[in-house]
């Protein structure tokens, strides 16, 4: 195995990591809107601040497995252009394409890194049933969208290093 696939595949298990925290904040957004359907239907009683919460878990959980995805293959890809390409000229496609992205998120993580800053400045505050601070979630997004930005990167290298086909669902785990 070589330095990149093992460099590859650590960054892999920090995204499945990274996955596992998205799916708790899955389960508790779950059990928080449960139990505030229970308090507001049965007592008359809704939990507090349940709209802030489950509002920054979702960025949660959207944040912290969008890298993960990219890394598994799961976002859709539009084949109708690259499968009537030459092999070369359709690599050349995806790597064109990946590189993109990463160029693409890494300006998006700029701004969101700016965007954080700026919240943390002032202390941003959610102001509802409960005030929330609204600066860890925007850092959340920063690094969510650096990890993006980063798995690009790699699987702009991955594909230059052992191409993989768009239909291969095994690709990813010869790397």
Known sequence: MSAFQRLYRGYGQLLRAMGLVSAVATFLMMLLVVANIIGRYLFNKPLDGTLEFTESLLVLIIFLSV???QYDGGHIRVT???RRLPKSWAQALDIFCMI????????????AWRF??????FKEQEWGTVVF????????????????????????IAETVMPIKADDDGAMERL
């Open 67 to 69: 890298a993960l995805t």
């Open 80 to 82: 109708l252009l690259r």
């Open 100 to 111: 993109a992205g990463a160029a693409f998120f890494t300006w998006c993580t700029y701004a």
């Open 116 to 121: 954080a800053l700026q919240s943390w400045s």
């Open 133 to 156: 601070p609204l600066y860890p979630v925007k850092f959340v997004v920063f690094v969510g969208l650096l990890m993006l930005a980063v798995q690009f990167l790699l699987d702009a």
